[in-house]
């Protein structure tokens, strides 16, 4: 009898220990399936934002190249005068700046933040347009912030601020696929107590109900494989739920798309680690 409950005991024990190791293994599976959705996600915005710095590079390098011909032209007929030299070379010079300017912010875009940060509704709007400021006029596409600009929050900053670039991004292919006349994007918030609400509306047409219902999941597009991996805003739901500790939800209705975003006014956390 004893013998017969300590072989039972034992297989058990086995069965345990087996089922133990199926999890970690699963565990382990989903884990790398997730990293390598992080890394794709992130390859695909960088694309994207390679896509945003020739916007904003474009006008820079051909002023410089204006100005450097001018010069040439000006030796080659002997007619260059110091005084016009040296307003040309300043002129290069601040272009120069401008340019590494814009490589900064791109960079540091792309660190994601230990800590949460304060951050007010003016700056998200200056980093934004700073990021697709360019892009967006150069297709004729407002951009508009509606809100107290000095409301603040304290959040992952750049987490934030690539949840809106998927979105933004979004509607600025909806834009180009419906032709959109007057192409718009609001960005309003609205403060309730201790969270921050913001809409992200825009006028490219809206959103099918068979897409809405699988908006947030990953891998799904309704784009050309080249145009859309379909883990923008999976990523966004990930990385507003998990770790900036909020909410994502999208309606559509007359032609319009709206996102909302509820965050905590402040994350009350120590940092997390960098995905
Ligand atoms: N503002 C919008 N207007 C119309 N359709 C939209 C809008 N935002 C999202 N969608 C639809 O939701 C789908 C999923 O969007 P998501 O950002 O996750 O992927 P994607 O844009 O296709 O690819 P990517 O991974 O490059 O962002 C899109 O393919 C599109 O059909
Ligand atoms: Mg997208």
């Known amino acids: 009898m004893q013998s017969k409950r300590v072989k039972m005991l034992k297989n058990f024990a ?76 300043e002129s290069i010079d601040k272009q120069v700046h401008f340019l590494s ?19 007010t509704l003016g700056e998200i709007e200056n980093e934004l347009m700073t990021i697709v400021g360019k892009s967006f006029e150069n ?36 834009f180009l696929e ?29 959103i099918n109900a068979d897409v809405l219902t699988h908006i947030f999941e990953p891998y799904f597009s309704t784009k050309s494989e080249k145009n859309g991996t379909g883990l923008g805003l999976y990523m966004s739901a990930m990385i507003v739920e998990k770790h900036l500790h909020g909410s994502i939800g999208v309606c559509s209705e007359n032609s319009t798309s709206t996102f909302t975003i509820i965050v905590p006014k402040t994350i009350d956390e120590k940092g997390h680690d960098v995905y």
Request: charged letters at 25%; aromatic letters at 6%.
């Open 14 to 89: 086995i069965q345990n220990q087996s089922l133990t190791h199926q999890v970690d293994v699963e565990k382990h599976k989903n884990e790398r399936a997730e990293r390598l959705m992080i890394e794709q996600s992130r390859l695909a915005i960088m694309g994207e934002m390679i896509g945003m710095i020739a916007h904003q590079w474009r006008q820079p390098i051909t002023v410089i190249g204006m100005l450097t011909n001018n010069a040439l032209l000006d030796i080659e007929l002997g007619e260059l005068k110091m005084d016009q030299l040296v307003e040309d070379l």
């Open 101 to 119: 300017r814009t490589i900064d912010d791109f960079r540091n875009f792309f660190r994601p933040n230990k800590l949460p940060q304060s951050i």
């Open 139 to 174: 297709n004729r596409i407002s951009l508009i912030f509606e809100g107290d600009k000095n409301t603040h929050l304290v959040t992952y900053k750049n987490e934030l601020l690539q949840v809106f670039l998927n979105i933004l991004n979004n509607s600025k292919d909806a």
């Open 178 to 206: 419906n032709r959109t006349i007057s192409p718009t994007v609001c960005i309003y918030l609205n403060e309730a107590e201790d969270k921050l609400h913001f809409l992200i509306t825009d006028n490219g047409g809206g």
